[in-house]
C-alpha cells in the first residue's frame, strides 16, 4: 500500500515512543507486571483514539492507518504485553460502542476510552465453553423494563485486572440461537461483579488476565450495546477488528526479528565466516522474510476488502491463521539463528516464543480457523463464526 507523509508522521511517532516505552520490558515479563507508565505515554500520544471520531476526542483515522501505525508500535516496541493491551483496549470496548453503541452510550464512555482514562476488556471466553460461544452459560434475565441482572462466570479476560470498562457478552436467548446473544457495558465497580485476581500464563506476561465472576448484576438496559439479541452480529464486527489490530503489531514485531536477524547473521563468524553466508542460515532468513511479506499482505488485503463492504469471512480466518502460525516460526527460527546466546533470556528471543505461542489460541485457535475455512468452503459441518479467545 502507499502510505501518505500524514499517515507516515503518526507511524513515525509511535515508533519513537515504541522504543521508549520498550525499555525494561525483560523485567516487567519476569515479573508479569503492567507498565502503567507506558500505558500513559500511549494514551498522551493519542494511540488509544486512533479510529474513534473527532467529537469524542479520536482522530478519525481509517482501519488500515490504524493498523499501519500499530504495526510500526509492533516493530519498535519490545513490551508485547502493553502492545497486547492496547490492541485490546482500543478494540474491545471502543470498537463495539462507536459502532453500535446509542447516543448516550458514546456521550458517556467514548471519551474515556479514546483518552486512555478509561481502561476497556471483553468478557467472552467461558471456562468450560471454550470454543463454543453459542453455548455459553453467562445469562442476562430482564428485570423489570429498564434492566437485566447477569450471572455467571468468564475465564482469561485479558485487561481484566486493569479495566474500569467491561464489555461481557451473556444469553438472553436459548442456547445454540445466534439471536439468543446480547452484549452489555458494565462498570468495573458495579455490585455483583467480582474481578479475580491476574493469573500466571506462558506469555505476554505484562498484558493482565483474569476470571470474572457476575453474581445478580444489575445492568440498566441503557447500557446494552446495540440491541438485545444482537451480541453476535457485535461479536463479529469486533472480532474482525481484533484479528487484524492485534495481529498487524505481531507483523510489526515479526519485521523487527528479521532485521535483527539479518544484522547478526552479518556479524556473527563461525568456522572464519560470517553465518549468514551459509545457506542453511540464510534459508532460514529468506524463510522469514517471506512470512513477514505473506502476513503484512493479508492483513492489509482483508482490511480493504472490510472497509468495502465485501465478503471477508475466509480472508479473515487466513489472516488469523497465516500470521499467528507465520509468527511461531520467525521466533523459532530467530532463537536458531542466534543459538544458545537465543537461548538466554537477557536476549528477549525465547520470550518472543512464548508470545507468540498465545496467537495461536486467542481469538480463535488454529484448528478452529481451520474447520472454518473448510466450513466456508462448503466442507463439512459449518464451525462456530464466533471462536475461542483463549486471552480475551
Known sequence: MQWNEDQKALRAAAAALGAVIGDGHLERDADASFSRDG?????????????????????????STTMYVLEGLGHSCRDAGL???????????????????????????????????????????????GSDVMGMRTTAVPD????????????????????????????????GNPAGLTAFLVERDTPGLTVGRPIAKMGLRSSPLCELFLDDVRVPRSQVIGSVGAGFLVLDHVMKWEILCSFVINVGEMQHRLEQCVSYARTRRQFGRHIGSYQSVSNLIVGMRIDVETSRKWLYDTAEKIVGRENAAVDVAISKLVVSEANVRSALTAIQIYGGHGYMAEVGLEKELRNAVAGTLYSGTTQIQQQRIAALMGLGRPAPARTEQGLE
Open 39 to 63: 500505558w500513559k505515554r500511549l494514551c498522551e500520544a493519542g494511540l488509544p483514539g486512533l479510529p474513534f471520531e473527532p467529537e469524542y476526542g479520536g482522530l478519525g483515522q481509517s482501519l
Open 144 to 175: 423489570g423494563e429498564d434492566a437485566f441482572v447477569l450471572n455467571g462466570s468468564k475465564a482469561f479476560v485479558s485487561n481484566g485486572p486493569i479495566a474500569d470498562l467491561i464489555v461481557v457478552y451473556a444469553r438472553t436467548g436459548r442456547p
Open 83 to 129: 502492545n497486547f493491551s492496547a490492541s485490546t483496549h482500543l478494540v474491545s470496548a471502543g470498537v463495539p460502542v462507536q459502532r453500535f453503541g446509542s447516543a448516550e452510550l458514546k456521550r458517556r464512555f467514548l471519551p474515556g476510552i479514546v483518552d486512555g482514562s478509561t481502561i476497556g476488556a471483553h468478557a467472552i471466553t467461558e471456562a468450560d465453553g
